[in-house]
């Protein structure tokens, strides 16, 4: 989206990453003229940091959870050198409008509020609200679901990615969808007889441990289809082993993250999201745009995305999921590949951005 707005707008990414971490190659950023800042945060005294975390402790187990002390809240996880220190990094680049990039990031930029006086602030919530707030959740959790739509109502907007989420707030908030942002490859011609998966191997989430077992049940019967899953993270040492116990080192293979990966859509003949959870598949629109049938776990955000056209299991379901291989492997395939590409056509990045410009400057174009 940076790169798309580029095309009109002055754009900088501010990152927290360190300069050594730069590479612009990777979403072909460096074909436009995106400003970099590389901001380190300050060291807080130790002495504040063990009372930030007493209240934080606090507020999370014991006090009651008000609007007042929300805002303790806020301060106390986000103390003033840190929050100091980025409102003035952002007060530098004097900008029209600032998108604090994920949850916690869309938190911490509402305390810079009254630091920024006639900036337009937007959150961009990237995870489902479940994930985020819901009793097994990884990375917030129910007991600062309050808190955080509390601080996300002091920016100027929050944007989420798909219509089941934005009912799950108690305030309001814009759908604007994830667009298709990678130049489809040549589209696949249905002959491989190869399942593919991509994403991080992180902790759960995109879950590559169900698909290698359903794909064990499935190989029971078929001795031709194979399954290439490309990424890399710290599951990987569990998928190979898990794929070793199950003597299948010849029909599943872990391929390392790649700049091309049109180039593994272009040579499937099936996709498979086994994700637990998401925010948006945007790898589901890759893949359709590539002429893919998707298989994928009965998401909100899935069938958002495909509509009849996926071919749902029950999340977490194994043997649900090997039923669906078996299905796909009949597909007419010509004909669903033809549905893939014009759903895929929806996500375009011009008309997305063109939400984004109306929101970012919803100021303007209201005068």
Known sequence: MAKQLAKSCDVTIVTM???EARDTTLYGLNEQPINYHFFKYPSVPQWKKYLCKAYSYLYRRWLPQTRLTSDGYAHSSFPSELRNALAAELALGHYDAVIGVHA?????????????????????????????????????GPELCKHYEWQLQKLDGTVVLCNDDAQKYHFPVQVIYNPLTLKPGRPADGTSKKFLAVGRFSRLHKGFDL??????IFAEQNKEWTLDIVGEGVEEPLYRKQIKNYKLEERITI??????????????????????WEGFGLVL???????????SSDLPTSKEIMGEFGLYYVNGDVNGMARRMHE???LNWTEKAKEAIEIAQRFDINTISQQWHRLLFASESSK
């Open 104 to 140: 916690p990031l869309a938190v911490r930029l509402a305390t810079c509020r009254k630091k920024l006086p006639g900036v337009r602030l937007i959150g961009w919530v990237h995870n489902s609200y479940d994930a985020l707030f819901g009793k097994k959740s990884l990375y917030i």
């Open 211 to 216: 698909l290698i077992e359903a794909f064990n």
């Open 285 to 295: 629109v890759e893949a359709m745009a590539h002429g893919l049938p998707v298989i």
């Open 255 to 276: 391929h390392p993250f790649t700049n091309n990966i049109q180039s593994y859509y272009s040579q499937a003949q099936v996709y498979v999201l086994s994700s637990r």
């Open 17 to 19: 990453d360190s300069i």
């Open 328 to 330: 796909a492997t009949q």
